[in-house]
């Protein structure tokens, strides 16, 4: 039977591994992550998983041991937090170049210099090209439905790439919220047996990851964005039928009262919920939020459907391409968005932690508003910013 | 030919079908009347690009040495030399 319990979401992450019945770990500590890891350490230690754990000098090891296990075809997990994710980058690529479905959470965490653990995106933002699929959660309990659904997508035939699970640093991990866990038969009949098509196997040896030449390399990687491309579709199935067995789905995208607003918010992660409660307490139709929780492979289509009716456009985002001014997913709606006549401005908010309050998701709808109205506002806005300490 | 899914090889040897030898610029050519048949050079290459017929002769496989002259350097007779290549 499914069981609720109030949990952290490092904690509802490790129930999910457990569930997955993941057979090797191989991970590194580093805040705010450490938490799942120590967690699933003390499942390996006291039998309740059984996983191989591997303990590695740092997370390119960490994410080099889970290639060599995924390329046996094992089921394996990481996590890791912004400059271990960073430290993994070459080895990101790897991964999904080997096309293999390990699962990693990313404790969304704010990058150096200088040292700041906080929470921001800009961890996993600047791995949005390594080939992995991203998925931004809102609370703990999508954090651990996420995680399985992860297997399943990753996993699938048609797929077979890696996916990262986000979740806001702190925000998330090392907060309470109630979470049902799910029952262990349920997630059996949910997420078949793990049967990788390449596998390393000494009776019928092949060579992963070599030499691919000026001659297939190209075709190489338009296979990988194909695998993308069928990932849209299966994530889609994936969320559906985790739907019907458990009764809760996301969707690739979320549409929070949409339905006659104009003026539309766009974020990712935990911030949605922040944003939720502004709405909710403005009570005002004409302003929604769209909520963006599969950002690789971008829900192109959906998004441009979700915005149909929208007239102006406010990305808030933890995140910022320094030397473009802006948040990689404002640039990439506009792309989406392109020749639809709808407006976007983009909010930078909460870099480095930065705490982002109802008074700045207010102030980001009133600058749509005037927008709306045919006023000229800053394009970009940066919330909460201390101009006098420039 | 279907790239294979993360450009996996699947049997043995494959890469014989992938000639490299193009960026050569210096080729070795054997003098087999010095040679004393040390088999140094077969031993010394990088590239199994050097064999031993049944002759006793030595050859070069031009499809894949890449021109090293570490065979040349090796070779204690001085039976090998590097000609620049010429089209
Ligand atoms: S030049 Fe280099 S690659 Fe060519 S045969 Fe001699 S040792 Fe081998
Ligand atoms: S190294 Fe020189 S002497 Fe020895 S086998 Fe090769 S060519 Fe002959």
Redesign the interface.
């Known amino acids: 039977m499914p069981h609720k319990d109030v949990m952290h979401g490092s904690r509802a992450v490790a129930e999910a591994v457990k569930l997955c019945g993941v057979e090797v770990v191989a991970a590194y500590p580093i805040t705010p992550q450490t938490h799942i890891v120590e967690d699933i350490a003390e499942m390996v230690a006291n039998g309740e998983l059984k996983a191989e754990y591997i303990m590695v000098e740092s997370e390119h090891s960490a994410m080099s041991a889970c290639i060599g296990a995924s390329a046996t075809g094992a089921r394996v997990f990481t996590a890791t937090a912004s400059q271990g994710l960073a430290l993994m980058h070459e080895v990101l690529w790897i991964a999904s ?4 479905p390990i699962v990693m959470v990313n404790a969304n965490r704010a990058l150096s210099a200088p040292i700041n653990i906080w929470n921001d995106q800009s961890d996993s933002i600047a791995e949005r090209d390594s080939g992995w699929i991203q998925i931004y959660v809102e609370t703990n309990q999508e954090a651990l439905d996420s995680v399985i659904q992860a297997y399943r997508i990753a996993e699938d035939r048609e797929v ?1 790439l890696p996916v990262m699970v986000c979740m806001d640093g702190f925000v998330l991990t090392h907060t309470v919220e109630p979470v049902e866990v799910p029952d262990e038969e349920q997630v059996k009949r949910y997420l078949p047996e793990l049967h990788l ?2 596998v390393l196997d000494p009776e ?10 000026p001659n ?1 390399y190209m ?2 990687r338009k ?1 990988q964005e194909l695998a993308m491309e069928n990932a849209l579709r299966v994530a889609m199935q994936a969320d559906e039928e985790f739907k019907e067995i458990f009764g809760r789905g996301y969707g690739l995208i979320e549409e929070y009262n949409l339905e006659n607003a104009e003026i539309v918010l766009v974020t990712m992660g935990s911030l949605a919920g922040t944003i939720k409660e502004t709405l909710d307490a403005l009570g005002d139709d004409g302003v929604g939020l769209l909520r963006i929780r599969l950002f690789r492979p971008f829900p192109k289509e959906a998004v441009r459907r979700a915005l149909s009716r929208a007239k102006v456009v406010n990305v808030i985002e933890k995140d910022v391409s320094i030397g473009f001014g802006e948040g990689a997913l404002m640039t990439e709606l506009k792309s989406v968005l392109y020749g639809s006549g709808i407006k976007v401005l983009g909010t930078v908010a909460g870099l480095g932690g930065r705490d982002i309050t109802i008074a700045h998701i207010r102030e980001a709808i009133e600058r749509a508003k005037r927008a709306l109205h045919g006023e000229s506002v800053e394009e970009i806005a940066w919330a909460g910013l201390k101009e006098e300490a420039l | ?1 279907k ?8 049997e ?1 040897g494959s890469s014989e079908r ?1 000639k490299t030898g193009g960026w050569r610029v210096f080729r070795p050519v054997i003098n087999n009347e010095r040679c004393i048949d040390c088999g140094s050079c077969w031993i010394f290459c990088p590239d199994a690009s050097i064999t031993r017929e049944e002759n006793g002769e030595y050859k070069v496989n031009l499809d894949f040495c890449k021109g090293c002259g570490i065979c040349a350097n090796e070779c204690p007779s001085e039976a090998i030399e590097m000609v620049l290549e010429e089209k």
């Open positions: 170049g080997m096309r293999l077979l098509p390449h019928q040896p092949v060579t992963m990851g070599s030499l691919g030449d297939y075709e190489f296979q | 030919m790239v294979n899914i993360a450009a996996c090889i699947t043995p992938n």
